[in-house]
C-alpha cells in the first residue's frame, strides 16, 4: 500500500498534508523557547528566585517549575522529571500520528506545531535543568498569575487554535447540512 502524502485516506502514519507546517512552526517554538531561556539564564545571568521589575504588570522571575501546570503533580527526584520529558514526548508523537493521519487544515496543523513546539521546549528543560525554567510573572492589583514561559503561551495559544478549528469545523459542517 503507498502512502500518500495529501492527509486522505491512506495517509501515512507519520507525513500528511499539513506536517510540513506543523515541523517548521514546532521547530520555530522550540528555538524561540530555548533562546529565551538561556539568554536569561547565561546572558541576562537571572538567578533563581530573583525578580526584575519590567513593567508595571510584569516582572522576570526564575523559578524551576518541578511539576505540570500551576506546579500540580511536582516531582522533585531526576526519575520524576525525566518521567514527565518521556511523557511530553509521548504526548507529542501522539498528537503528530493525529496530524498526520486525521490533520484538516492549516490553523489545526500551526495549533498542534505550536502545542508539540512547547511541549518539547518544556521537556528539553526538564532534562538538562531538572526542571521548567519559567520567567514570566503578570500581576494587577495585588493579585499574581502563575509564572510561565514561551512554551506555556504555546501551548496554549496552540490548545485555543484546536478549540477554534473545531468550533468553525462544526458550524461550517452543519451550514453545508442545511
Known sequence: MSESTDGGPGAGWLWGQWSRLALRVAVATIIADQAHKWWMILGYQIRHGERVYVAPFM????????????????????TGQYFLAVFSVVVSVGLWVWLA????SRLMAASLGLII????????????????ADFF?????GYYWYVFNIAD????????????????????????RD
Open 137 to 141: 510573572s503578570l500581576h494587577a492589583f
Open 59 to 78: 516582572d522576570w522571575v526564575f523559578v524551576l517549575n518541578k511539576g505540570v501546570s500551576y506546579s500540580l503533580l511536582s516531582l522533585d527526584s531526576q
Open 153 to 176: 503561551v504555546a501551548i496554549v495559544a496552540g490548545v485555543i487554535g484546536l478549540l477554534y478549528d473545531s468550533i468553525s469545523t462544526s458550524r461550517n459542517a452543519a451550514a453545508n
Open 101 to 104: 493521519r486525521m490533520g484538516t
Open 117 to 132: 513546539g512547547g511541549a518539547i521546549g518544556n521537556a528539553i528543560d526538564r532534562i538538562t535543568l531538572g526542571g521548567v
